[in-house]
């Protein structure tokens, strides 16, 4: 009984009062980064921006072809092993 209560509770209002807090304090944190002035936040923006696009990218165009070129690359050294052998020398 005890795990259950140190386990968070999920529900609609709990993930709507963290986003709510998480924005607050992100909003505190940039506004007077961004009266003074200071290229930080546009730093941050950009490496978000690069690894957002970096992991889409590859989750929606790279991931699929990559591993079916291992898959296809497997499977004719195992059929080049099956007919000519597997030796140390080339």
């Known amino acids: 009984q005890r795990a259950a209560t140190l386990l968070p509770t999920f529900t609609m209002a709990t993930i709507q009062s963290r986003f709510n807090s998480m924005l607050h304090n992100t909003a505190e944190y940039y506004r007077p980064l ?24 590859y989750i929606f165009n790279k991931g699929a072809h990559v591993q079916a070129a291992r898959k ?9 092993y099956e007919k000519h052998g597997k030796s140390g020398h080339h």
């Open 34 to 57: 961004f009266r003074s002035g200071s290229v930080k936040p546009l730093w941050h923006i950009m490496i978000a921006t690069g690894v957002i696009m970096y992991t889409q990218n």
């Open 72 to 80: 296809e690359q497997k499977l004719a050294l195992e059929e080049y």
